[in-house]
Nanobody
């Protein structure tokens, strides 16, 4: 089984914080650039953040810059997304995935679903932010 397991979602009030985890199963996350994405019903899945392999760039969507931070714990084969000052518009199912084409994220803007190859998707974790 080559996939990821997302966890850490939940219900939180506006202004609150959550830390999401993306744990690898059957592969080593440190070998890949890892992207975070989110999706709400009726809308396209959108990129949130991308963390490169090693010391490459980490990038974020404009809507989450300054509030979200992606990081790695290679010993745990896990990538995290710390989300602070959450807003109702952050409500979505959050997913992570591995990029099979490059180990480097684009330095500016969110990861792109179209034009790149993201794989090893998990079931996602739900984040709900109330006002």
């Amino acid at each position: 089984q080559v996939h990821v397991v997302e966890s850490g979602g939940g219900l939180v009030k506006s202004g609150g914080s959550l830390r999401l985890s993306c744990a690898g199963s059957g592969f080593t996350l440190d070998d890949y650039a890892i992207g975070w994405f989110r999706q709400v019903p009726g809308k396209e899945r959108e990129g949130v953040s991308c963390i490169s392999r090693g010391f490459g760039p980490t990038a974020y969507a404009d809507s989450v810059k300054g509030r979200f931070t992606a990081s790695r714990d290679n010993a745990k084969n896990t990538v995290y997304l710390e989300m602070n000052n959450l807003k109702p518009e952050d409500t979505a199912t959050y997913y992570c995935a591995a990029n099979l084409e490059t180990v480097y994220c684009r330095p500016n803007g969110p990861p792109r679903l179209r034009g790149s190859t993201w794989s090893y998707w998990g079931q996602g974790t739900q984040v709900t932010v109330s006002s």
